[in-house]
């Protein structure tokens, strides 16, 4: 595996916020910034599979630099998706549009645990040539990784596709927990292979999703899925580049996930920063947490919350986080008009960075 020499951007200002030193403005970017919401996304994607689409390395880097051309964010997040490095590694599952990720054969039993392939690296070189592709293309912006976490992927695997219950992954966590840890182990990982992969080709910081561990309690949380996300974070420390973690619906696992060893915890639109300083504690920077719905709601709806945010994180900063990075409590919403985001980053870029 070629090791990419890693870009030396120290002044820029999401890298700046991630480990707390004071960025020369405020730095913003959406998840799912790249996509649905993008007609030149949408016109590249006419015809082509989103997994499809995912293991093209020219369309890797298209896709992720269309937001950054178009909105001036201050960051790239490689485009990709939770289930690329199962698929990768030889999962039979598809993206299925309109329901997202299927799997044909859930994993039920300890058997099918033992059965899992492993991830190697080379499996995922499309993944890694779209990120040299984004390192000549992107000059002074940094690029994300991303990878989604253990619990998130076995709950896709276990469920055999979305869910809104989670029934039977809590069924097997809760019931046959040897199981479940040796799952978890092997989807950890996968996650850290994965991450390793992309740190080598060169992303300037990563972040693990993991989107449905807002379903658990915090007692289920700290017992079944910690201990997996903390060595997925420790695995990759070494790299020396900043690590975001972030979950939905995850307010009463904010303290929580803030040890798992993340320099930045994402906090979605629920919770005000306020408080998520208090629950993660002093030492480290958030991200967040402008409701995706508010761009719907006009141009005064929308400065009112981004001033109101921008004003929580500078009092958060005052409370012991060491940074902020604005960003949306989730992703852009399919139908999310364009020019609001670009209108708001301009917004934001515009309210004076805090200190």
């Known amino acids: 595996m070629s090791t990419h020499s890693r870009r030396q951007l120290t002044d820029a200002p999401l890298l700046v916020a991630a480990t707390g030193g004071v960025p020369h403005r405020r730095p913003v970017w959406f998840m799912r910034q790249a996509g649905r919401s993008l007609p030149e996304y949408r016109e590249l994607r006419v015809g082509v599979g989103m997994l499809e689409s995912c293991f093209n390395p020219e369309l890797v880097c298209e896709i992720t630099m269309q937001p950054v051309r178009r909105h ?10 939770i289930v690329v490095p199962l698929k990768a590694a030889g999962i039979d599952l598809d993206i299925v549009a ?3 990720p299927v799997v044909a054969n859930p994993i039920r039993t300890t058997a099918d645990v033992h059965a899992l392939p492993r991830l190697r690296a080379e499996e995922v070189g499309a993944v890694t040539a779209g990120i040299g ?4 293309a992107l000059d002074r912006t940094p690029l994300i990784g991303f990878a989604g976490a253990p619990f998130t992927l076995a709950s896709y695997l276990v469920e055999g596709g979305p869910s809104k219950n989670h029934e039977r992954t809590k ?5 046959d927990p040897e199981t479940w840890h040796q799952l978890l182990g092997v989807l950890t990982d996968i996650t850290i292979e994965f991450l390793q992969a992309q740190i080598a080709a060169g992303v300037d910081a990563i972040q693990l999703f993991d ?9 289920q949380y700290r017992e079944y899925v910690l201990p997996h996300s903390e060595r997925v974070f420790a695995e990759v420390a070494s790299a020396a580049i900043p690590r975001i973690h972030f979950g939905v619906g995850t307010g009463e696992l904010l303290g929580a996930m803030g040890e798992a060893g993340a320099d930045v915890v994402g906090v979605d639109w629920r919770v005000p920063l306020t408080d998520a300083v208090r629950r993660v504690g002093p030492g480290k920077a958030l991200q967040g947490n402008l409701d995706p719905a508010v761009l719907f709601a006009g141009s005064a709806a929308v400065e009112s919350e981004v001033r109101r945010i921008a004003h929580e994180a500078d009092e958060a900063i005052t409370l012991g986080a060491t ?4 960003n ?3 992703g852009v919403l399919p139908n999310t008009d364009p020019a609001v985001i670009t209108e708001t980053v301009k917004l934001i870029h515009s309210l004076p960075a805090p200190l």
């Open 211 to 219: 989107s449905w561990a807002g379903a658990l309690t915090l007692a």
């Open 323 to 326: 940074g902020h990075i604005f």
């Open 72 to 81: 001036d964010v201050d960051a790239a997040i490689l485009f990709s998706d």
């Open 133 to 136: 592709l984004l390192l000549d």
């Open 328 to 330: 949306l409590g989730h």
């Open 98 to 100: 309109g329901v997202g």
């Open 171 to 175: 069924a097997m966590m809760l019931s």
